[in-house]
């Protein structure tokens, strides 16, 4: 049974809302909302290696890391990285330790 962000109410799973404080429940993200990752390990991936892109691969968007990869010597990657993981350490993770990003 998934729980209100908000107030923390019970709801179930097939609930939008809840039916306590009538916030958007997101358990389930909409198709396209984002890819399901560590939030630990996206998160030091992003810290330590983000200048490299590691975090973009961990997380599947190999493009994206082929991109971080090849713009590392600038330094706006591992700057961009950090942000990203400080990002993926302020998100709620889900139950089983899980964000969206
Ligand atoms: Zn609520």
Request: with cysteine.
């Amino acid at each position: 049974m998934p729980f209100c962000p908000k107030c923390g109410n019970e709801v179930a799973n097939t609930d939008t809302f809840c039916n306590k404080c009538g916030t958007s429940i997101q358990e389930i993200p909409a198709e396209g909302a984002g890819t399901k990752v560590n939030q630990v390990a996206y998160a030091v991936l992003a810290i330590l290696l983000g200048g490299l892109g590691i975090h973009k691969f961990y997380a599947g968007k190999i493009g994206m890391g082929i991109l971080y990869i090849l713009f590392c010597w600038t330094a706006i990657p591992g700057i961009i990285g950090l942000i990203e993981g400080i990002i993926a350490v302020t998100k709620k993770a889900d139950a089983n330790g899980n964000i969206y990003i």
